[in-house]
């Protein structure tokens, strides 16, 4: 494949890396799966088209969208890995079909997700390749509920906007229509498909019969129906229930090709009390269904918020927003090193120092993945930030052969305190500044890019090298990127992750290493895992590597103390 060119013959650019991307259809995300907040790159509406806003927000309203039975979702991908996050994330690749506003797409998925607190994953970050359109025969198109289970994930959505705020409850029944016989004799789903239909028309209609005038009925995926039941106490959902699968049961149904015997299974969950997210209440709702065609149940199944599973060490009574300060007051943040090597020779060049929060009494650290979020959320990354920069130092100034990179958050930048903190405690020690790489995110330079170019302005002249990190997603224009003082690029690891399988994601990352030539700057390649990544990576020119095939971050050992020379034996006064 020739290298690819982003430039003309008089050196404009004739393409930018978002516009390239959107080109490829590929967007970039990180899911948040403790809140489901769901953040797409910058040209996610270039790519996915005009999805609800819910779906461009939330990780199982997106989910919604993929059709039932044509893979794995992403939550399934990364919970059924079976695999454990040891600090630098665990892989996960699915492929589904989904709805796009209309537009049948075949979808891979793939990336790495990071551990919570108990082990369990609390974060994703990956990207989206739309591979192509699904053909007819690839679905199962008579059951005709393609896309309707984003219709009531929708309907949900728009329900529990309006009932929550006025504090009143909703309850989600999720039914299916099982134990068909006729004539006594049970089905194995082999009935007739205009008998079915009957069925279903007539079960539908005795539903709507026992309804409330505010509740919702919806059908979806077949036989299944959704019952919404606005101002619902829990403690009537059950009996509600009942009152349906007694109208279905009460008496046979009477089809033209004869009469049929049915009873509905039907999944509960309730908001707010299990969830306030949609996407997450339909989930539980079909789960609990399964759950009851499982076992049969007369009655519904309702669902309910499963206990966190513990790692072994049981959880604060404090909040972790006070544990994390609690470690910053008592000295107990550490920093794990992560080494980077240059592409050419292996040779380690400088390391990333990463931030690591220790639990009293040795009990292991804060898993990252959970406290970054809730650090940013409180505008209490600062602090960390702080404190990080000052042991960074102690490092630098302890081993005069030591290169670090240090990571700063976008709230950091716009905090004044953090660049005073900087500016003095590299004031006269440029022997040390010149070690030190300070690493920004890309969107950190989108909301006032001249502030930002100011401010690392500042931080070059006082001689540390300044690295642009998870470059790639296109939240900066190459416009931009020409005013910021980058040594350094870092490509995003959802990109090199997946050079193995994807011809695209070749294509890109290697124009992005030719973009990165034509700045003069160095690139490094993260989430290198294999030798055939780094031979690709390196015969397209990349500076660095980090990865799993490199070296994991480790806490720095303290070097041993010399033991002091044995005193020489005293002789006896009888010698």
Request: negative net charge; proline residues 5%; aromatic residues 6%.
């Amino acid at each position: 494949m020739p290298a690819p060119s982003i430039l003309d013959n008089r050196g404009n650019w004739i393409v930018e890396p978002r516009n390239l991307l959107s080109s490829l259809g590929e967007v970039v995300y990180t899911w948040d799966m403790e809140s489901d907040e769901l953040r797409f790159g910058p040209n996610a509406v270039e790519v996915l088209g005009a999805i609800s806003q819910a779906a461009l927000t939330r990780g199982l309203a997106f989910a919604g969208l993929v059709e039932p039975g044509s893979g794995r979702s992403r939550y399934d991908a990364i919970v059924s890995t079976g695999a454990r996050d040891l600090g630098e994330g665990a892989v996960y690749r699915t492929r589904y079909a989904a709805n796009l506003a209309g537009r049948r797409m075949w979808i891979e998925d793939a990336g790495r997700w990071f551990g919570g607190l108990d082990g369990r994953p609390a974060r994703a970050h990956g990207v989206l390749r739309l591979e192509r359109l699904v053909r007819p025969e690839e679905l199962d198109v008579e059951r005709g509920d393609f896309g309707e289970r984003a219709t009531l994930i929708d309907r949900v959505e728009t329900t529990l906007s309006e009932d929550l705020p006025a504090e009143k409850p909703v309850a989600l029944l999720v039914a299916a229509i099982d134990g068909l016989q006729v004539d006594g004799l049970k089905i194995d789903g082999c009935i007739d498909p205009e008998m079915t239909e009957e069925v279903v028309r007539e079960v539908q209609r005795r539903l709507y019969a026992v309804m409330r005038r505010r509740d919702q009925l919806l059908r979806y995926c077949g036989d299944q129906f959704a019952v919404l039941l606005s101002g619902c106490p829990a403690d009537q959902v059950e009996a509600a229930a009942r009152r349906f699968s007694t109208a279905v049961a009460r008496s046979a149904i009477e089809t033209s090709r004869g009469i049929v015997l049915g009873r509905l299974r039907i999944g509960a969950a309730i908001a707010p009390d299990l969830t306030r997210h949609a996407g997450t209440l339909v989930e539980a709702a079909e789960h609990a269904l399964e759950d009851a065609r499982a076992c049969a149940a007369e009655d519904a199944v309702l669902a309910r918020r499963a206990p966190r599973q513990s790692s072994g060490q049981p959880r604060p009574a404090v909040s972790l927003e006070a544990e994390a300060l609690a470690a910053l007051n008592d000295r107990r943040i550490r920093l794990a090193l992560q080494p980077v090597v240059r592409a050419a020779g292996r040779q380690v060049a400088f390391s990333e120092a990463l931030l690591r929060v220790e639990r009293p009494n040795g009990g292991g650290f804060i898993a990252t993945a959970e406290l970054i979020p809730l650090l940013e959320q409180r505008g209490l990354v600062r602090l960390f930030d702080h404190r990080v920069l000052e042991l960074a130092m102690g490092l630098l100034a302890e081993d005069p052969h030591a290169v670090l990179s240090v990571n700063v958050s976008p709230r950091s930048l716009d905090d004044p305190e953090w660049l005073a903190a900087f500016l003095s405690c590299t004031a006269g020690r440029q022997d040390i500044a010149t070690r030190l790489i300070v690493e920004i995110t890309e969107t950190a330079t989108v909301e006032n890019p001249e502030r930002v170019a100011r401010l690392l302005t500042q931080v070059k002249e006082r001689g540390a090298r300044i690295a642009i990190d998870d470059f790639g997603a296109g939240h900066t224009s190459l416009r931009h990127l020409r005013t910021f003082p980058i040594d350094i690029l870092k490509l995003d690891g959802a990109f090199t992750q997946n050079l193995r399988r994807s011809t695209d994601d070749r294509f890109f990352v290697r124009t992005l290493l030719d973009l990165a030539r034509h700045l003069e700057v160095e690139t490094v390649a993260e989430w290198v895992d294999d030798e055939m990544q780094a031979a690709m990576l390196c015969e397209w020119g990349v500076t660095y590597l980090q990865g799993h095939l490199i070296g994991k971050a480790e806490l720095p050992q303290p070097e041993p103390v010399a033991a002091e020379p044995a005193l020489p034996a005293r002789r006896s006064a009888r010698a």
